[in-house]
């Protein structure tokens, strides 16, 4: 309800950009087989961009002419679609870029945000090759709608784009950790979480975020109430040819959080996950309530102090997304708008849509 959509054209001329060393190795193998059949079909003429090396889908959408596709289709993890919204943010014409529908085909590990969309239309829950079928059709069908991005700075004066998520300690220490094992494809993340509840560690730092809404209207288990940023008047001067979107609802990392925020007062955590989407992997519902367009970040954290048998239950609960109804005093989830992290020491690894960041303070 309240979605507006747009629809491709037909035929459709579709940029399909692929990683073939992504998930187990088998992204080309599977596009060919599954999707380029069910695109043929639907007079979607798709022509492949094999990338190399890293930052090769970056560079190709920052500088390619993007009139000559109706759509850019991304097959791999979700770390490639990192690259070419990164890409596209750093054009002169970001904002007429970022009309270009995206598409997501799931070819890595995680493939959150393809399992995302999945659920978001209302499908079984399913993974690998029918999930792959199911993303291929919603292609071929051809609608597209909006889609939050969070805009994440650091103290070092990084500017990134994130569509899925933040993660900082246990969540981001089992994604890269398990790296190694690429190949076991998503049994790479249980076999990863193993062996981080082995070594469990504890993170200090400081938490703050501005709430989706006051304390008084409602508890962080409401439904969130879709917001945008859309109407916030702009700083003069902001409107030039490639000048980015300001961050209105932050103040410079160096200066204290507005008054209005809420600082968390426990400085010791297991893990903090801001996430924008339903799903952290393709088996795990980590925000069910999630929309492609809630103008919501959904925070979560777990405090120190939780046992490895608790901390396990939550990771299991996360397969059907029921882990909030476990009620575990250590689990705390708000809906924000924004939020700011500040670690003690540069001690953990941080992510952003799975991809590692040097820990430092960030906020988004």
Request: proline residues 8%; negative net charge; hydrophobic residues 40%.
């Amino acid at each position: 309800p309240g979605d507006s959509y747009g629809v491709l054209p037909r035929p459709c001329r579709a940029l399909v950009l692929l990683n073939p060393q992504s998930g187990a190795g088998r992204a080309l193998e599977d596009f060919q087989a599954v999707a380029q059949p069910m695109l043929a079909e639907a007079d979607v003429a798709a022509t492949v961009f094999v990338t190399e090396r890293p930052h090769h889908a970056h560079e190709k959408v920052r500088d390619e002419d993007l009139s000559q596709w109706d759509t850019l289709v991304v097959m791999s993890g979700d770390g490639l679609l990192y690259e070419v919204v990164n890409g596209l943010m750093e054009r002169p014409d970001w904002e007429e870029a970022l009309k270009k529908p995206l598409c997501v085909l799931p070819g890595g590990s995680g493939n959150a945000l393809a399992a995302s969309i999945n659920y978001y239309a209302g499908n079984d829950h399913v993974a690998k090759k029918k999930l792959l079928t199911n993303c291929s059709f919603i292609l071929c069908k051809g609608l597209h709608t909006q889609m939050d991005l969070v805009s994440l700075s650091t103290a070092s004066g990084k500017r990134l784009f994130s569509f899925l998520g933040f993660g900082w300690g246990f969540i981001s220490d089992v994604d890269i950790d398990s790296e190694k094992c690429r190949w076991l494809g998503n049994a790479r993340f249980t076999l990863g979480t193993l062996q981080c509840l082995a070594k469990l560690r504890v993170y200090q730092g400081r938490l703050s975020y501005l709430p989706l809404v006051p304390a008084a209207q409602g508890t962080p288990r409401d439904p969130p109430e879709p917001v945008t940023n859309s109407h916030i008047p702009l700083p003069a001067g902001t409107g030039a040819l490639g000048s980015l979107p300001p961050d209105s609802l932050l103040v410079p990392l160096g200066q204290p959080v507005p008054a209005h925020w809420t600082v968390v007062p426990e400085e010791e955590f297991v893990t903090v996950y801001a996430i924008y989407q339903s799903h952290l992997g393709t088996n795990l519902l980590m925000a069910p309530a999630a929309r492609l367009h809630d103008g919501c970040i959904h925070l979560f954290y777990l405090k120190a102090g939780i046992s490895r048998a608790a901390l396990l239950r939550i990771f299991l609960a996360m397969a059907r997304g029921t882990h909030l109804d476990l009620n575990c005093p250590h689990l705390c989830y708000v809906p924000v708008r924004a939020f700011r992290l500040e670690p003690r020491t540069a001690a953990g690894i941080m992510t952003v849509d799975g991809e590692a960041l040097a820990c430092e303070p960030v906020q988004g």
